[in-house]
């Protein structure tokens, strides 16, 4: 077996903060306000959000530590979603589904309040809140998505297949996610219909 860079595949420690931060990592991106076009149903409230903080603000951050890309090997990473609103919907992450559809991944919650978002292409929704100490475990096939219901950073450690993959078109190409996670309810959240939602595409049979 041949690996690509053989100087980072061999155990290493990361230190993980409750902030997200993650000695180790090899690899940070950040996403910023401007680059969410089309994400929220309230066009104008992302309009006015990017025209008054600047097409620069950051929206959410990953830092990740991955080994390598071969089958069996593992990301791990934080992902760190700002808390924000657009009209009426919290703030998301882009959300996808994984490339190599059936791998899994860990979501754990190390601070603030969230919820991950789920879908599956042929219908099956799910929105489960975290909390620090909780965590989800996200099977094959569904589409994800953080959303941050909380004031503060919604912060999570998440792990998966090196070579899962991600598939961000698949939630673009159906006018988003099934449901919206807006402000209501006694949590301060609830789940209602995307009106522009037209349903997904079938998974790629590759
Ligand atoms: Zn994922």
New binding site residues.
């Given amino acids: 077996m041949s690996h690509t860079d053989q100087s980072i595949d061999v155990p290493t420690l990361l230190e993980i903060s409750a902030s997200g931060a993650l000695v180790g990592s090899t690899r940070r991106y950040e996403k910023f306000s401007g680059e969410m076009a089309g994400v929220y149903l309230d066009e104008a409230a992302w309009k006015a959000e990017v025209a008054g903080k600047g097409a620069d603000n950051l929206v959410y951050s990953v830092n990740e530590h991955k080994y390598q890309n071969g089958p069996g090997a593992l990301i791990v990473g934080t992902s760190c979603v700002l808390p924000g609103s657009y009209g009426d919907e919290y703030a998301v992450t882009r959300g996808?589904l994984?490339a190599v559809s059936d791998?899994a991944?860990l979501y754990y919650c190390l601070s603030g309040r969230g919820v991950m978002l789920l879908d599956t292409v042929d219908g099956g929704t799910s929105a489960v809140e975290l909390a620090p100490g909780q965590a989800v475990n996200?099977p094959g096939h569904w589409i994800?998505r953080s959303v941050n219901v909380g004031d503060e950073p919604f912060v999570t450690l998440?792990c998966?297949s090196a070579d899962?993959g991600?598939d961000y078109t698949i939630i673009a190409e159906a006018g988003g996610m099934k449901n919206l996670v807006v402000h209501d309810g006694p949590d301060g959240w609830t789940t209602v219909p995307n009106p522009r939602h037209t349903g997904y595409r079938s998974e790629p049979s590759a």
Avoid: I
Wanted: glycine share 0%; net charge neutral; hydrophobic share 30%.
């Fill in positions: 996808h994984h791998r991944e996200v994800h998440f998966y899962a991600q």
